[in-house]
């Protein structure tokens, strides 16, 4: 997919960030061009720059506002449609 929203808290430790941040190595080296929104309850700002550097596109922190969201999602399918004309 052009886009995933991942949330970084996956079983066995949904507290912790591990797990998610395995993933998402995981789905940008199969993938690169996927853009990855990390989803989380944490608002720890390491993690997220953990993630950003790791090849996550961004980062949201729950609660969910679904306008919010959206607006992210939608600007990364669409730069994820660009780059996809473009390379």
Known sequence: PGVVTLDLGLPPD???YEEGLNILQEIVSLS?????????????????MQAINLGA??????PIEPQSLSLIVDRAHYLHTLEKEYN
């Open 14 to 16: 949904p507290c912790g």
């Open 32 to 48: 690169p061009s996927t853009k990855v929104i990390m989803v989380t309850g944490q608002s720890d700002r390491i993690i997220a």
């Open 57 to 62: 596109y961004d980062f949201y922190v729950k």
